[in-house]
């Protein structure tokens, strides 16, 4: 089985195309950084007009690419939710209104079942069950993933999440927006140990994170600069708030492999695309006897590849759509079945 896939339900459009023998056969993304750079975040209406004009010649690009026709497919995947509604309601309408012309059945993709399953489209995907660390701009989350959509939530942020950490501290030492990248990036000049920012929740039993406290402690830290302070300063700054983070991370991942007696680790989500957060992981859990899985670089942050994935596993098991145009700006992960366990979604 071949399909289309596509994702719209944040700032980036993406169309894929995935062949269960042959692999990943194309894949077209446009990222509109650009756009909502001047607002310092996204503006959900800017969003969803942008996805409008991107979407289709994304799929004309990506067909081409995967010399792939219409006739080809066996079915179109595409976000569903969670995310901007807007933004969710372009990929779904135009995913629906391919599907009826080409005569295809659709099915809607919860976009964090995507970023989990990112790595099944590595050569060395993760066995299950195995623990997930997700972390992305809106989520930062434990899961046992016993198997595809059988997902167990252990533990999750309580405010912020880890990419809002960076983000929202990236903008407190101006850096361009998107903040992370850039964070992480001028934490690479930083010198460990200038200052020491809290690990939240750290003393305390379980699996919860709270990440809202670490933007105060960067604004403290910003405003007690000297008039004279320079990017070497901000280094430090952005440095202490990536080991803040990355220590906080790890040590509760490390907790859950313990509590769960998992041996293997996934980590998926734009913040998984951190140098240090996967060199930290990767070092703990070797200590451990356990291995870490995670998606290529690019297939970290949003993308149609991975929602690919979770569309044809479903796909290829018999679930479709109903009739009517999917979409959810709100979708716990937990309510989710493996493929086939309801075959025909309502609209
Ligand atoms: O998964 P994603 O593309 O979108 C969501 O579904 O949220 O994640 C985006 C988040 C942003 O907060 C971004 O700043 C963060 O991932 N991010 C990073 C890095 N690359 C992306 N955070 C820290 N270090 C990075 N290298
Ligand atoms: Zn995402």
């Given at each position: ?48 007009r ?31 939710g ?26 809607g ?7 989990l ?14 623990l ?34 960076f ?13 992370g ?53 901000r ?13 906080t ?34 070092a ?28 044809l ?12 145009i ?5 979708w ?16």
């Amino acid at each position: 089985m071949r399909i289309l896939a596509l994702e719209s339900s944040c700032d980036e459009s993406a169309a894929a195309v995935l062949d269960d023998q042959r692999g990943l056969l194309a894949h077209a993304l446009f990222s509109q950084v650009d756009l909502h750079r001047a607002y310092g975040g996204v503006v959900p209406e800017l969003a969803s007009r942008d996805h409008v004009q991107r979407l289709l010649p994304l799929v004309h690009s990506a067909l081409a690419e995967a010399d792939t026709t219409p006739s080809d497919l066996g079915g179109i995947a595409y976000t569903a939710g969670p995310g901007l509604i807007g933004a969710l309601l372009t990929g779904s309408a135009l995913a629906r209104s391919l599907a009826t012309a080409w005569g295809l059945p659709t099915i809607g993709v919860h976009h964090l079942e995507g970023h989990l399953l990112a790595p099944l489209l590595e050569p060395d995907p993760p066995p299950f069950p195995h623990l997930a660390l997700l972390v992305s701009g809106g989520h930062t989350m434990l899961i046992e993933a016993r198997a595809i959509g059988d997902y167990r939530l252990l533990g999750e942020t309580r405010d912020d999440a880890a990419g809002e950490a960076f983000d929202k501290s990236a903008k407190l030492l101006g850096l361009p927006y998107p903040g992370g990248p850039h964070l992480a990036r001028l934490a690479e000049r930083g010198r460990a140990g200038v200052h020491e920012f809290p690990r939240p929740m750290l003393d305390r039993p379980g699996l919860e994170f709270s990440f809202s406290g670490l933007k105060t402690a960067v604004l403290h830290a910003v405003r007690a600069l000297p008039a004279d302070a320079g990017e070497a300063d901000r280094a430090d700054i952005a440095r202490a708030l990536e080991e803040a983070v990355v220590d906080t991370l790890v040590a509760k991942a490390m907790r859950a492999l313990e509590e769960t007696g998992l041996d293997a680790l996934v980590v998926s989500g734009g913040v998984g695309a951190n140098l240090r957060l996967r060199e930290r992981l990767h070092a703990a859990a070797r200590r451990r006897g356990a291995r870490v899985y995670h998606p290529r670089l690019e297939f970290c942050t949003d993308n149609a590849a991975m929602i690919a994935v979770a569309g044809l596993a479903r796909l290829a098991a018999g679930e479709h759509d109903g009739p009517g145009i999917r979409a959810r700006a709100r979708w716990p992960l937990d309510t989710l079945r493996p493929p086939a366990a309801v075959r025909d979604h309502a609209p």
